[in-house]
Nanobody, 124 residues
Framework: QVQLVESGGGLVQAGDSLTLACTFSGRSFVSYAMSWFRQAPGEDRKFVAGINWNGDTTLYADSVKGRFTISRDNAKNTAYLRMSTLEPGDTAVYYC?????????????????WGQGTQVTVSP
């Protein structure tokens, strides 16, 4: 069974940077595309960024393009989300998700496993 554990969330000020990490265990990490989603209070869970099995393909939501960077280290079974120039609108619970495929997609329905989430709060 795949387990995903997020870390790195916290309270920051607008303009600050933060890096989230997602540690993967239980299966072969390279068989999975990885993505980050976020959910703000009262809103649906939304796609933020995704990366295919070897990092050659990355996808971003328009709202974070140019500010966030997704990456993965297959030797460490870990995916990362580097967030820069954070805005109050980025405040949400951030979830890591794994898809049993080498291809990354944007839809949440395409993901097989989810982490428990980590809170990111950006103050003005």
């Amino acid at each position: 069974q795949v387990q995903l554990v997020e870390s790195g969330g916290g309270l920051v000020q607008a303009g600050d940077s933060l890096t989230l990490a997602c540690t993967f265990s239980g299966r072969s990490f390279v068989s999975y595309a990885m993505s980050w989603f976020r959910q703000a209070p009262g809103e649906d869970r939304k796609f933020v960024a995704g990366i295919n099995w070897n990092g050659d393909t990355t996808l971003y939501a328009d709202s974070v393009k140019g500010r966030f960077t997704i990456s993965r280290d297959n030797a460490k079974n870990t995916a990362y989300l580097r967030m820069s120039t954070l805005e109050p609108g980025d405040t949400a619970v951030y979830y890591c998700a794994a898809r049993f495929s080498i291809v990354v997609v944007r839809g949440a329905d395409g993901y097989d496993y989810w982490g428990q989430g980590t809170q990111v709060t950006v103050s003005p």
